[in-house]
C-alpha cells in the first residue's frame, strides 16, 4: 500500500457520514416514480428546443469559458465542502485542474440554461433536479483514468484494486439490482449486535408486535412511553448498537419504555389503511396500559410514525387525554404543505400522486427496495457516486455502519397505506378540521390536547424544520420545540456521548420559524438529557421497577426484537 499520505481515498468514516445525512423515510418521495423524472426532462428537452438563442448563448459562454482555462486565467474552485476534489493532485496537476475547471464551467452553463428558459418556476426545479443529477454523473472523479486517487490505487495495488473493484460490481450486479453497496451488511445480524436491548414481545396483531424492554433501574416512573416508529423502516433505528441506543437511555433514566415493531406487508395486505394502523396502536395502547398499571401513557411517534401517532391520538377527541397524556413528535410533518420546502416538492402535484397511487394499487404495495433506489438518484454523489469510486474503482469495501444496516433493511407499505398518506398532502387533515375520518372519528386537532415535545433537525431535507416547526404550532401554544444541529435520523440517534451535538430550544408561539431561531435558547450537547428531564417531570411517581414483564393478561410471546423485524 502506498505511504503518500498527500492523497487520501474517500474515509470510510466520510462515507458514512454523508449516507446518514440520507437515510430513507416516508417523505413526499414516496410518490415519486421513475417516470416523473424522465417527464421532468422532457419538459427540458423541450425548452431547449423551443429556445434555440438561449441555448446557443450558454454553448457560446461555455466556449468562452475553456478559452479562459487553456490560457490559465480562470479562478473557478469546487464549492467549499466538496469532498469530490479534495485530492491535492486537483491544484497541483495542470492536466487535472484544467479538467475540473471545464467540469465545473460546463456545469454551471447547463444550470444556467434552466435558469435562462422561459419556463415557469416549478418547471425549472423539476429541469433542475434533472440537471443536478446529469451534471453529478458526468463528474471526472467518476471514471478511472480521470480519478487520480483511483490512478494511484491501481498503481500501488499491482491492479489489484480494479479487479476487487470489478469483482464488488459484479456482486451488486448480482445481489444490489445494480446499484453500488453502502453498507457491508455481513457485519451486523439482528437481536445479535444490533437491536439487543433486552425485552420481550407482550403483545401482537396482525399489524404489528409490542415489544416491553427490561428495566435496568431499580425504580421507574410510573408512566410508560411508548415509541411508534414509522412504518417504511424497520423499528430499530432507536436501537442500534448500544451507545447510540434511545431505548436503553430511556430505560437508563427509569422510563418503563414500549416501542412499536410494524409487521412488514405484502400484496395480500393491500388493505391496510391509515384506519387499520390506528386500530392497531390503540390495541398496542391499551396492553402497555394494563400491563404498567397505568390510566394513561406517553407516545412518541418519528416521521410518519409521528404521523400515526397523532392520527390515533386525534381520533380520541375529547378523552384523549384518559390514554395518551404527552405526545413527542420527531422530524414530523403534520402540514404536509410544508414539504414544499424540499427539493422534491416541485415534483409533487395532483397527476403524479395519481399516477403514484394506481401503481401502487396495481402491485398492491410499494416497495421499499424501489424507493430507496429513487432516493439515492436525488442525493446521487451521497447515495451513489460515493460509493460508486470505493467500490468499483478504489477497490474498498463498503464500510460496516450500523445506521446504513438499518438503511438498507427497508420494508414495503400496503397500497392503502400509501394512498392515505398521498391523500394527506392535498386534505391536510391535521390543520384542515372535519377533511379525514378514521374508523367513524373525525380528525378535529383543537379538541385534543396533550403535553408536546417537537424535536426537528436544522439539516432535514426530509422533514424541513421549519414545516416540523408548523406542527408544533399545531399542537398548540405550551409545546416545546428543539432544533437539533443535525439532519434527519442524526437528529434522533443523538446520544450525551456525541461531542458534536447542540440545540435551540424554546416554547412555540404564533411567530415565524426565523423568529424562533432569533430568540431561542441555544444549547451545547444532546436534547436527550433535556427530554429526560421534560419526561421525568411528567412521567409520574417513582414505583419499585418490575420484576418480570408482561401481565397475566399480556404474557411475554418471545424475546425481544420479537419475529416481525425479521420479516
Known amino acids: 500500500m502506498s505511504t503518500d499520505n498527500r492523497t487520501p481515498e474517500p474515509a470510510q468514516a466520510d462515507l458514512s457520514e454523508a449516507a446518514s445525512r440520507n437515510t430513507l423515510a416516508l417523505n413526499p418521495l414516496v410518490g415519486i416514480r421513475g417516470q416523473d423524472l424522465v417527464d421532468s426532462a422532457g419538459i427540458l428537452f423541450k425548452a431547449v428546443m423551443n429556445e434555440p438563442k438561449v441555448a446557443t448563448e450558454q454553448w457560446l459562454s461555455f466556449v468562452g469559458e475553456l478559452g479562459s482555462i487553456v490560457a490559465g486565467k480562470s479562478e473557478r474552485t469546487p464549492k467549499a465542502g466538496d ?22 464551467a460546463w456545469g454551471e452553463a447547463v444550470s444556467g440554461l434552466v435558469d435562462k428558459t422561459s419556463l415557469s418556476d416549478i418547471d425549472k426545479a423539476r429541469a433542475h433536479l434533472v440537471t443536478d443529477i446529469l451534471i453529478d454523473a458526468v463528474a471526472p472523479t467518476n471514471t478511472m483514468l480521470t480519478n487520480p486517487a483511483a490512478v494511484r490505487k491501481f498503481i500501488d495495488s499491482g491492479g489489484q484494486s480494479m479487479w476487487s473493484g470489478l469483482k464488488n460490481y459484479l456482486d451488486d450486479l448480482t445481489h444490489n439490482r445494480g446499484m453500488p453497496s453502502m453498507v457491508d451488511s455481513s457485519a451486523f445480524k439482528v437481536g445479535e449486535n444490533i437491536a439487543i436491548t433486552p425485552g420481550a414481545v407482550v403483545f401482537r396483531n396482525e399489524l404489528l408486535e409490542l415489544i416491553q424492554y427490561t428495566p435496568t433501574t431499580a425504580t421507574v416512573r410510573k408512566r410508560p412511553l411508548l415509541i411508534t416508529p414509522p412504518q417504511i423502516n424497520k423499528y430499530y433505528s432507536l436501537d442500534l448498537s448500544p451507545d447510540k441506543s434511545m431505548i436503553r437511555f430511556l430505560l437508563e433514566s427509569g422510563i418503563q419504555t414500549y416501542a412499536i415493531s410494524w409487521r412488514n406487508p405484502t400484496a395480500a395486505h393491500r388493505d391496510w389503511g391509515l384506519d387499520t394502523y390506528v386500530a392497531a396502536v390503540d390495541e398496542a395502547v391499551d396492553a402497555a396500559r394494563e400491563i404498567s398499571g397505568s390510566e394513561d401513557i406517553s407516545m412518541m411517534g418519528a416521521c410518519s410514525g409521528g404521523i400515526t401517532s397523532t392520527a390515533y391520538f386525534a381520533t380520541l ?58 432516493f439515492a438518484w436525488m442525493r446521487p454523489n451521497d447515495l451513489i457516486w460515493n460509493y460508486w469510486v470505493n467500490n468499483y474503482l478504489l477497490g474498498n469495501q463498503p464500510p460496516a455502519f450500523d445506521i446504513l444496516f438499518w438503511n438498507a433493511d427497508t420494508t414495503r407499505l400496503p397500497a392503502a397505506l400509501h394512498r392515505d398518506y398521498l391523500d394527506l398532502y392535498f386534505s391536510n387533515p391535521f390543520v384542515n378540521a372535519g377533511k379525514l375520518t378514521l374508523n367513524d372519528k373525525t380528525i378535529d386537532m383543537s379538541k385534543v390536547k396533550a403535553d408536546s415535545y417537537i424535536v426537528a433537525g436544522v439539516t432535514d431535507h426530509i422533514t424541513p424544520w421549519k414545516g416540523v416547526y408548523k406542527t408544533a404550532q399545531i399542537m398548540g401554544e405550551g409545546t416545546t420545540f428543539v432544533l437539533a444541529n443535525s439532519g434527519h435520523l442524526q437528529s434522533l440517534v443523538n446520544p450525551p456521548t456525541n461531542t458534536k451535538a447542540s440545540f435551540m430550544i424554546g416554547p412555540i408561539t404564533t411567530d415565524t420559524p426565523d423568529a424562533f431561531m432569533a430568540s431561542a435558547e441555544k444549547r451545547k450537547g444532546s436534547w436527550w438529557l433535556d427530554w429526560r428531564d421534560w419526561m421525568h417531570a411528567r412521567s409520574g411517581d417513582e414505583v419499585t421497577a418490575p420484576a418480570s414483564l408482561g401481565s397475566a393478561k399480556h404474557s411475554p410471546l418471545g424475546a425481544a426484537p420479537g419475529t416481525y423485524v425479521f420479516e
Open 83 to 104: 469532498k469530490r476534489f479534495a485530492d491535492p493532485t486537483w491544484k497541483e496537476s495542470s492536466l487535472h485542474s484544467g479538467l475540473l475547471k471545464s467540469y465545473l
Open 317 to 374: 377527541g375529547s378523552a384523549a387525554e384518559k390514554k395518551i397524556k404527552n405526545l413527542v413528535l420527531a422530524v414530523c410533518l403534520l402540514d404536509p404543505n410544508s414539504a414544499e420546502e424540499s427539493t422534491l416538492g416541485c415534483l409533487m402535484t395532483p397527476e403524479t400522486m395519481r399516477l403514484a397511487k394506481e401503481s401502487s394499487r396495481l402491485r398492491g404495495i410499494v416497495d421499499g427496495h424501489d424507493l430507496a433506489r429513487m
